[in-house]
């Protein structure tokens, strides 16, 4: 079956602008995560999803910083105000359900996001 | 908060040859699960091997087996026979089991893997 599917591959914005990055989980997926890679460092955690409501979103840095998923399946992580610092892979994954057991985390091939 | 530390940046094998990646991790819960991931060029994070912190034998699969110290803290990857397909980032990553924790992942910094012939 498909895996999980991160659109643009690659987006260049300008300092200031707005962007939209789109995850689309594995179809039956319940849980939903976003982190953020920077040059040279592991992914960090940002924002996670159980079903539609955002159960965890401790790790999105600032208030520029947001995240829907409306239906449960596809969610969108939104950025305000792009800036410089901005610039990162954001990574979507998908599990099956969260919680209790070792509900593996598959991940997509993450946005290279380019702020100039 | 848990944290991990990956403290090789890069790591050299020969093909055919073995290697180990270290990983420690600091945490004051009892139960959690240890993971290796695997991040080739293609960004893609590919789970190599995962370990529960209950169980004391070590995991494996196929050429990968880890050497999980709880007391010690300490999670390493040992990787036999290695392969020019084996050529990646690898990281070590946390996650609590503690019921009605979130489910995120804590990654190390990665070791960055090279193979030669």
């Known amino acids: 079956g498909a895996g999980v599917s991160q659109t643009p591959s690659n987006k260049v914005t300008e300092k200031g602008k707005y962007v939209e990055l789109r995850c689309d989980p594995i179809?039956?997926?319940?849980?939903l995560y976003w982190y953020r890679q920077s040059l040279g460092q592991g992914p960090e955690f940002l924002i996670y999803?159980?079903?539609?409501?955002?159960?965890?979103d401790s790790g999105l840095p600032n208030d520029r910083f947001f995240a829907v998923r409306p239906e449960g399946s596809v969610s969108t992580l939104k950025i305000q105000r792009t800036e410089r610092g901005d610039s990162a892979v954001y990574l979507c994954?998908?599990?099956?359900?969260?919680?209790?057991?070792?509900?593996?985390?598959?991940f997509g091939p993450g946005t290279r996001l380019t702020v100039l | 908060a848990q944290t991990v530390t990956q403290s090789q940046p890069e790591m050299s094998v020969q093909e055919a040859e073995t290697v180990t990646l270290s990983c420690t991790y600091d945490?004051?819960?009892?139960?959690?699960?240890l993971f290796w991931y695997k991040q080739p060029p293609s960004r893609q994070m590919i789970l190599v091997i995962r370990?529960?912190?209950?169980?004391?034998q070590n995991a494996t699969e196929n050429r990968f087996s880890v050497n999980f110290q709880k007391a010690a803290k300490s999670f390493s990857l040992k990787i036999s026979d290695s392969q020019l397909g084996d050529a990646a980032m690898y990281f070590c990553a946390y996650r609590s089991a503690l019921p009605g924790t979130a489910s995120k992942l804590t990654f190390g910094t990665g070791t960055r893997l090279q193979v030669t012939l």
């Open positions: 994954a998908s599990s099956f359900l969260s919680g209790g057991g070792v509900h593996e985390q598959f």
């Open positions: 945490t004051s819960e009892s139960d959690y699960y």
């Open positions: 999803f159980q079903g539609t409501g955002a159960a965890d």
């Open positions: 179809s039956g997926h319940t849980a």
């Open positions: 370990q529960e912190a209950y169980k004391q």
